[in-house]
C-alpha cells in the first residue's frame, strides 16, 4: 500500500507561481513512477506530467511544458510540481498518483492522492 498526501495549492493571479508537494510512504513508495494529475470542474482528469521510477525521465502534456517542473527527491519520497508563469486554464484540483509506468494515462497508476487545489485568477 503507498500513501500519497499532496500540499502547496492555493490562490494565485496568472502569471504567478505555485510549488506542489506529495510526500509518499509505504512500503514500496520508493518503487513507483509518480504523476500529476489535475480536474477542473466539468472536465475530465488530464495527465500532467510524470516522472520514472530510476532516473530522471519526465513526461509533461503540451500545455504545460516549459512552465511546470516536476521532480522528485528520492531521500525524502516527496514528489514535487514548480508551476512558473500559471494561466486560469491551469486552475483545477491537483492529484499525485504512483504507477508502475511514467505515462499521463490515469488508468496505469494504482494509488492516488486527496488533492490540492489551484486557482489562478486573471
Known amino acids: 500500500q503507498v500513501r500519497l498526501v499532496e500540499s502547496g495549492g492555493g490562490s494565485v493571479q496568472a502569471g504567478g507561481s505555485l510549488r506542489l508537494s506529495c510526500a509518499a510512504s509505504?512500503?514500496?513508495?520508493?518503487?513507483?513512477?509518480l504523476g500529476w494529475f489535475r480536474q477542473a470542474p466539468g472536465k475530465e482528469r488530464e495527465g500532467v506530467a510524470a516522472?520514472?521510477?530510476?532516473?530522471?525521465?519526465?513526461v509533461y502534456t503540451d500545455s504545460v511544458k516549459g512552465r511546470f517542473t516536476i521532480s522528485r527527491d528520492a531521500a525524502k519520497n516527496t514528489l514535487y510540481l514548480q508551476m512558473n508563469s500559471l494561466k486560469p486554464e491551469d486552475t483545477g484540483m491537483y492529484y499525485c498518483?504512483?504507477?508502475?509506468?511514467?505515462?499521463?494515462?490515469?488508468?496505469?497508476?494504482?494509488?492516488w492522492g486527496r488533492g490540492t487545489q489551484v486557482t489562478v485568477s486573471s
Open positions: 498518483a504512483a504507477g508502475r509506468f511514467r505515462t499521463l494515462r490515469g488508468a496505469d497508476y494504482n494509488y
Open positions: 509505504g512500503r514500496t513508495s520508493a518503487s513507483y513512477s
Open positions: 516522472i520514472e521510477i530510476f532516473g530522471d525521465n519526465t
